[in-house]
């Protein structure tokens, strides 16, 4: 039966103390009950901490690790070493779950031996408190595939996969302090099938303080090393654990090529930036297989003249 598959929540948090408390409940109300909540405080300065602790008082499925400050890689690792349900769901602590969120993901990922990670379409709400469309979500395991070579689908807060499964690549990379969602999810698309719930069952906070945007120089970075490891991978110039800083990939005569590509498509989010004019030849040809990209880089040059 479906109640007796075990769900492991992972919850990092670190000074979150306006969000949390919304973000733990809505966990908890959950329709699949069989689940165990592990909460990571990543050594919180503000009331996070002690808020976790109250609830992890009155509900004895709440697991609470408290951690100096070691970031959200390490984390989630931390995390998944102790959990003990065969399915794995995240939830950032400012997020909230829809009420049958876990169900729905679970009863998905039961369906098919084959399917490994689930993710779902969200609410993205501003701080004016208005929504805003998910543009980047794809459904199903074919369109994915297809966009992971340059690009995140997944709401990573969204996501529930089987912990075997990221077991065997090897969890989250704790090379990458960034986009190390995005690399378990590629690695795990190598393994099995993935795909996206078209139905909204999360609300995520699009905040102007958030890590991505605040790092987005070294977010971008690290999601570039890694989607040029996806290249590589697929090419056989790497293996899947292999680890190798950027330097490599931008020597290596394979690769360099995608990277500088990579680079130019994201150089709105980095401090160094490659220009057309820093193109080769075969990377405007290369421009041709990314046209979402194209499209995004297209609307920001006329957002940015309008301005």
Partial sequence: MITTNKISVILPVYNSEKYISESIISILNQSYQNFELI????????KSSLICENYAQQDNRIILIK?????????LN?????SSGKFIARQDADD?????RLEKQLLWLLEDDKRVLCGTNSKILKENNTYKKNWSIKYKNSSIVKKLRYSNCFVHSSTMFIKDKAKKVGFYDEN???????????????IGCVGNLKEKLLVLRDRKDSISRINSNEQTLDFIKSCTKYFSYRKGIVALNDNYEVFFYEKNFSTKNTITLLKFLYNDKLDNKVMFKDLSFKNWIQLILHPWLLVRKIVLKFRNYLR
């Fill in 67 to 75: 951690n100096p400050h070691k970031g959200l890689t390490r984390s």
């Fill in 39 to 46: 909460i990571v405080d990543d050594g919180s300065t503000d």
């Fill in 78 to 82: 931390d995390a998944l070493k102790i």
């Fill in 96 to 100: 909230i779950s829809l009420l049958t």
């Fill in 176 to 190: 990458l302090i960034y986009a190390q969602d995005y690399d378990l999810w590629w690695k795990l698309s190598t």
